[in-house]
């Protein structure tokens, strides 16, 4: 079977359900990182909170406090990466035994559709969470140049290069938490193109829920409130 007959097991519906998730996806997270000042999300807030700890490290003695934190944030990202790949192969022994998929999704969907067809929709969930996974590795490796930088920042306010240092520490710790938001978005998608295995609608449901979910979190939570707070 070539993949113009793959394609054709597959309807109208189902290509505009994946071309649905694939936009939301893409768009909320434009939305996020480009969100104005009037309306900020709760990654945008972050960034400043992000900025003032860089600048209050520098005449805070010792730093084992900034350590820890950072040291924090890093063991985050490793979990987050060591869970997508045990994900990723698990997704993938489930492609190699499809033939058992598809008797527990034929029960769900009250359908019988070739192996093929549920192996390319668990394609889309490995897309995801591979996605997931190198924004992870990245974001980790990034938090460990951060924390170079933090030790190279200077303990004295007054040295022409304490704020210079700090800011870049700044810069990259924001630019590692965005790798960071980037993964947790994918894994949420991850999650919801699992609704393709019961059929176009349910995708198209967990796409638009989903984004639900993201965009309250980052523009309409109660933690978002408290941050705002003067």
């Not at 694939?22 to 992000?50: H, Q």
Request: hydrophobic share 55%; charged share 15%.
């Amino acid at each position: 079977m070539n993949w113009s007959e793959r394609i054709a097991l597959f309807s109208p519906l189902d290509m505009a359900a994946v071309g649905l998730i694939f936009a939301l996806w893409l768009l909320i997270g434009w939305r996020i990182e480009r969100s104005t000042v009037k309306n900020p999300s709760v990654s945008k807030v972050m960034a400043d909170y992000r900025r003032a700890w860089m600048r209050e490290m520098i005449t805070r003695q010792p730093r084992i406090f900034d350590a820890q934190t950072m040291g924090n944030l890093r063991q985050a990202t490793t979990f987050f990466a060591s869970t997508s790949m045990i994900a990723i192969g698990a997704t993938l022994a489930l492609i190699g035994n499809a033939n058992t998929l598809s008797e527990v999704a034929k029960d769900i969907t009250l359908t019988q559709q070739p192996d093929i067809v549920w192996e390319i929709k668990l394609l889309l969930v490995v897309f995801f969470l591979t996605n997931a996974f190198l924004k992870f590795v990245w974001s980790n490796r990034l938090f460990g140049y951060c924390s170079v930088l933090m030790a190279a920042v200077p303990n004295e306010v007054t040295d022409p290069q304490a704020i210079p240092m700090a800011d870049k520490a700044a810069a990259i710790n924001i630019t590692a938490a965005q790798s960071f938001n980037r993964g947790l978005r994918a894994v949420y998608f991850a999650m919801a193109s699992l609704c393709w295995l019961a059929g176009a609608l349910p995708l198209i449901a967990g796409a638009i829920l989903t984004l639900f979910v993201i965009w309250r979190r980052e523009f309409a939570s109660h933690s978002r409130s408290i941050l705002l707070e003067k």
